[in-house]
């Protein structure tokens, strides 16, 4: 037979062996050897022999294992080998051998209480040595270590300033509740305090997701185990429930314009018809507001990216009536939260002249709906306002009718001579 001077690799039912030569010369002899490697069923054999001819046998009795005595992959019906053959590619992505992990899991479950899994154990045990090795501290001088991370990344253009408020003014409420180490708090303990806040769905998940922030940070400061989900992962979000987009009728928006403070005036101009998010207009300065768009860049963009507005006619009409168009758009407050709160004080103040409530995020729910009703065109919309076309579809398509469109841009100011409709109730 004929030298063979690389490995050969035999395959039988789905089982493979290879045969290489492993020769050696020891003062001026020649010495040769074999080596015979399988993995039979997952456990890995390697067998030597002197000659090809031992070889060959060997390696023909590695692969009878799996048909007599060891095996017995032939009498295994279809559904049988596929078990087998994906519990082996479980076990080696695990980087055991089945046998190893199978034995390891029956010796594992005979020491479990009844009821708890062999998961729920090593993760209980998990986090019993993460407690072990955690750097120790509390909650509350876990959030201002973040708090001042936040911050930083604000400064540096990272993140927005809202989005830095909003997270300090979640978990300042947390910390106001938990005083113990970060290692002490469990899944249940966050939920417990979720559901004592008694808020709406969409509020409840906001502080829970501040939350799960402020744990993966700590898991990246070593104050929590690095492997695996932390406690406030676990803890149960709630559902939200799509709520029906309003938006102002053109007899509301006409109130509201005719009746807001005149320092709010751009604002509510800015929201009803460009259509700009309440935190991009508090960010907005006045070289933003070029002749005929406006320039939302990406730093002050909620999406980070950058986008160019138009400025429609109706738009310009109420912008010529403000005098002063040097620094931010907006009055400027200590906080986006007391901005927001003042706002919102001065809208309520408009819209009770009219006999309605507001409507949250009443001025952009209505310029997006006016304005696919106007244009027709949800791409475009979609970039002005900062969105996807799929949001645009599933959420403001088909809410008002053409004529209303008309008559919503074509709101100007009172003396304006532009302006030749009536808006009479």
């Known amino acids: 037979m004929a030298k063979r001077s690389k490995t050969t690799r035999i395959k039988k039912h789905g089982q493979r062996v290879s045969i290489t030569p492993n020769h050696r010369v020891r003062n001026g002899i020649k010495y040769k050897s074999y080596i015979i490697r399988a993995t039979i069923l997952g456990e890995r054999q390697t067998q030597t022999a002197a000659t090809l001819e031992e070889a060959e046998k060997k390696a023909a009795a590695m692969l009878a294992q799996v048909q007599a005595g060891g095996g017995m992959i032939a009498t295994y019906t279809p559904q049988q080998v596929a078990v087998i053959e994906s519990a082996l590619e479980v076990a080696t992505k695990a980087k055991v051998t089945l046998t190893r992990a199978v034995s390891d899991y029956a010796d594992a479950v005979q020491h479990l209480p009844a ?63 938990f005083k113990c180490l970060i290692t002490d708090i469990t899944s249940t303990d966050i939920e417990k305090w979720l559901r004592g806040l008694k808020l709406g769905a969409v509020s409840t998940n906001h502080h829970r997701g501040a ?18 989900k932390t406690e406030a992962d676990y803890a149960a979000s709630e559902t939200e429930r799509d709520r029906p987009i309003e938006a102002y009728s053109p007899d509301q ?23 700009l998010r309440r935190e991009e207009i508090f960010r907005l300065s006045w070289d933003e507001v070029k002749a005929d ?92 306002a900062g969105n996807s076309p799929e949001i645009i579809t599933g959420h403001y398509n088909s809410v008002v009718t053409e004529a209303e469109s008309n008559r919503f841009f074509a709101i100007l100011p009172p003396e304006s001579p532009e302006n030749l409709i009536s808006f009479a109730a």
């Open 211 to 228: 939350i799960v922030g402020l744990f993966r940070y700590a898991q990246r400061k070593n104050y929590l185990s690095r492997v695996g």
């Open 115 to 177: 009821g708890v899994t062999l998961t729920e154990a090593v993760r209980g045990f998990a986090a019993y040595k993460a407690k072990q090795t955690a750097a120790p501290i509390t909650f509350p001088e876990l959030e201002k270590e973040y708090m001042d991370d936040l911050k930083a990344r604000m400064e540096g253009g990272n993140i927005g300033k809202y989005h830095h408020l909003n997270k300090e003014r979640w978990i300042n409420r947390a910390s106001e509740h």
């Open 253 to 275: 928006a006409r109130v509201i314009m005719d009746n807001i403070d005149r320092r709010w005036l751009a604002f509510a101009a800015i929201g009803f018809f460009a259509g």
């Open 293 to 384: 768009h406006i320039e939302v860049t990406a730093a002050k963009s909620k999406t980070k990216l950058r986008r160019i507005v138009p400025i429609l006619p109706c738009l310009r009409a109420w912008l010529n009536k403000i005098k002063t168009k040097e620094g931010m758009v907006c009055p400027t407050f200590e906080s986006d939260q007391t901005m927001s709160a003042t706002i919102g004080y001065f809208m309520r103040a408009a819209t009770k002249k009219g006999g309605f409530k507001p409507i949250q995020n009443g001025l952009r729910h209505s310029f997006i709906s006016y304005r696919v009703a106007s244009i027709k065109n949800l791409n475009q919309t979609a970039y002005e």
